[in-house]
């Protein structure tokens, strides 16, 4: 590995730490996402009064609204252990057995991106969640047996940003299914000023609304922006944080005002300079902005359908009169592209 390759891995370890750090580890800790929480609350309390394992939960929406976060604070909830791995990282179906069989009773299995579980691996996923216990065939051909193998009764806990793709047998398999919606700024507000302390950080009440105003609904990008804040002012010699620092320093990184980065108004550049507005399809996109589609599915588009920046129709994804109104340009939007069903990926 090159030098280079080595500090921006040491980097991206680091920052990843300190984000791990700014986590709530209880429901009580936890800002946000109130039905979420209260589901999950009352889910908790019952299942310890039973003395048994909480029920396979799966969690989705967009990255970076708190599923591992939930995930770990169910395990602490439960007082039991977490065990973490992600979907791609199962490639074979020896892979999840081994972790099964090393599941004590009431462990939590965080699996992410549990979407992308490959099939003959979600095969043997279904009898471990439903009967706790695997099935293995010996001796194949016409003296095959079937051995079944005990499990320990553990916990799901399924997080993907695609709840689409996930197969209707692997869904159904879930007692409880929360999805996560981006944050209100008040609630980011108050992230950022609970990390702020943890940090060490001197933040004016308006420096974190500002923080929390640029970050997309996303507790994520809340506490990152909140990083480079503070690199901001400490370079500058800044003591407390205020707005006008906060805004300094967000705008060197190209965050405007409505949590806009690059990426995205080139995105939204592209649907009304190049495509008229649209309708335009994802792969079109992609291809023009050299980008992978997933990134634009999963990174950047939810965030502007949200905000209302973009919709998608039957057509393809068309750029919004607000959209143009954002970026200073002139609009070329037909009203009568929103009408219809969304477009199906």
Do not use: W
Not at 45 to 72: D, S
Not at 170 to 192: C, K, P, Q
Not at 295 to 300: G, K, P, Q, R, S
Request: hydrophobic share 40%; proline share 5%; net charge negative.
């Amino acid at each position: 590995m090159s030098r280079q390759a080595l500090l921006a891995s040491e980097e991206q370890n680091g920052e990843e730490t300190v984000l791990t750090t700014l986590r709530p580890r209880t429901l009580a800790e936890y800002v946000g996402q109130r039905m979420v929480v209260d589901n999950l609350s009352i889910a908790i309390r019952a299942a310890r009064e039973r003395g048994e394992p909480l029920e396979h939960i799966l969690f989705h929406g967009p990255p970076g609204l708190g599923k591992t976060t939930l995930a770990h604070v169910i395990a602490a909830e439960m007082e039991a252990t977490i065990v973490t791995t992600s979907g791609p990282a199962l490639e074979r179906a020896a892979d999840l057995v081994g972790i099964l069989t090393n599941l004590k009773n009431g462990d939590v299995l965080f699996i992410d991106e549990i979407h992308r579980l490959p099939r003959v691996v979600e095969e043997y996923l279904y009898p471990a969640m439903e009967d706790f216990a695997i099935d293995f065939v010996l001796d194949p051909g016409p003296h095959a047996r079937t051995v079944r193998l005990s499990l320990a009764r553990f916990t799901v806990a399924g997080a993907t940003t695609r709840a689409g793709l996930l197969t209707g047998p692997l869904r159904d398999r879930f007692g409880l299914s929360l999805h996560l919606g981006f944050y209100a700024v008040e609630d980011l507000s108050t992230i950022v000023k609970r990390s702020a302390a943890l940090l060490g950080i001197g933040i004016s009440a308006s420096a974190a609304e500002t923080i929390a105003m640029r970050s997309r609904g996303t507790p994520r990008i809340a506490n990152r922006l909140l990083k480079r804040v503070r690199d901001y002012a400490q370079v500058s010699r800044k003591g407390e944080v205020d707005e006008d620092t906060a805004v300094e320093a967000m705008d060197l990184h190209g965050v405007d005002e409505a949590g806009l980065d690059t990426l995205d108004r080139q995105y939204l550049r592209v649907v009304v300079q190049q495509y008229s507005g649209g309708p335009v399809g994802v792969s079109a996109l992609a291809a023009t902005l050299h980008e992978e589609q997933d990134t634009l599915i999963d990174v950047v588009e939810p965030f502007l359908l949200a905000a209302g920046f973009l919709n998608r129709t039957s057509r393809g994804r068309c750029a919004t009169p607000k959209a143009c109104r954002h970026l200073g340009l002139p609009s070329s939007v037909r009203e009568d592209l929103f009408e219809g069903p969304a477009e199906d990926e």
